[in-house]
């Protein structure tokens, strides 16, 4: 199989499985102690979770803390309940870990996006907004936001800025303005069920769990050592090899354009991680392609939103008609992706769109 889904989730690092598996302990190991017991073994592992924090903190500015999560969808949870700023506005096209929760904890505002994906910097934030929401990188079609313009307008405003670097981490430089950030494991070839709110020196929240307390006293429940470990593998990893990765994605996404000349991009071309290829052909059947291309993994869409029937909020936001967004596939590849692969789904794509007549 081809895996062209990287938006969705990213294969595990081997680094990051090989410091996972000595954490996960067994019987006749001393390594599955409880990081929050006083006792050796759970200084042990309380030891190896702060190695792994220090490790994630560098996908994060300096001036800040790192509160590890189930994931960046609690992350945003934390950050927008646990502010309680009132209304909070946000990208008509942030990802919906963002705009339910906004609906959920309070009002919200929409800033609109143009047909490139990018905010219209024209449209003011509204007087009562405490909090602005947008993306580093839009999930679906990979546009890149100018998120240090945004931080100093909502700075002027006197509003915080969250950021959800989800699809950024670990391939971009971190929003080095933003107040709150979140971030998961899993998009950046860690594992899956962990995540991490950054909070900059000076802010406060409150927990929107409760129990033991035990993450800073803002998320309650134990801690996982080789969630843990195996993340601030991938977070080394990535910092590392970030220029190689980004020079072997510019590779593979120059060669895609060239196999999906004839389709139409959705999205900027320019202000774009180039690992995401959300493009479209005009009457095209997504689900019958999806069927006679079951040996390529890719999305209509976003993966989270796969399968409702219902048309992308993110293409609608720029423009696209229904049966445009409909007619829209979602191709992602990074580090662990070669260029015979791209090949191999182009072919198999193309030839299944001309059966259609497309």
Known sequence: MIYLDYQATTPLAPEAR???????????????????????????????????????????????????TSG?????????????????????????????????????????????????HDVPIAADTRLVAVMQVNNEIGTIQPVEAIARRTRAHGAWLLCDAVQGAGKLLPPASADLIAVSAHKLHGPKG????????GIELSPITHGGGQEQGLRSGTLSPALCAGFGAAAQIAF????????????????????????????????????????????????????????????????CASGSGRPSHVLKAIGLTDRQAKSSIRLGFGRYTTIDQIEQAGAQINAAAREQGV
Do not use: K
Request: hydrophobic share 40%; glycine share 12%.
């Open 240 to 303: 590392e090899r970030r220029a190689e990765d980004t020079a072997h994605v510019e590779a593979l996404w120059a060669r895609a354009r060239e196999l999906f000349a004839g389709w139409t991009l959705n999205g900027s071309a320019e202000h774009r991680w180039h690992g995401n290829l959300n493009i479209r052909r005009d009457g095209l059947d997504v689900a019958r392609l999806m069927s006679d291309c079951r040996n390529v993994m890719f999305s209509a869409g976003s993966a």
């Open 72 to 120: 960046a969808t609690e992350a945003i949870n934390l950050a927008i309940g646990g502010g309680r700023y009132g209304p909070v506005a946000c990208s008509t096209i942030e990802h919906a870990a963002v705009r339910d929760s906004i609906r959920w904890f309070g009002d919200g505002h929409d800033l609109p996006v143009g047909p490139d994906g990018l905010i219209d």
């Open 194 to 201: 962990i995540g991490a709110l950054w909070v900059r020196d």
């Open 18 to 68: 090989e410091a996972m598996v000595r954490w996960l302990g067994g019987p006749d190991s001393d390594h599955f102690g409880n990081p929050h017991s006083p006792h050796r073994m759970g200084r042990m592992a309380a030891a190896a979770v702060e190695v792994a924090r220090e490790q994630v903190a560098g996908l994060f500015p300096p001036g800040g803390r790192v509160i590890f």
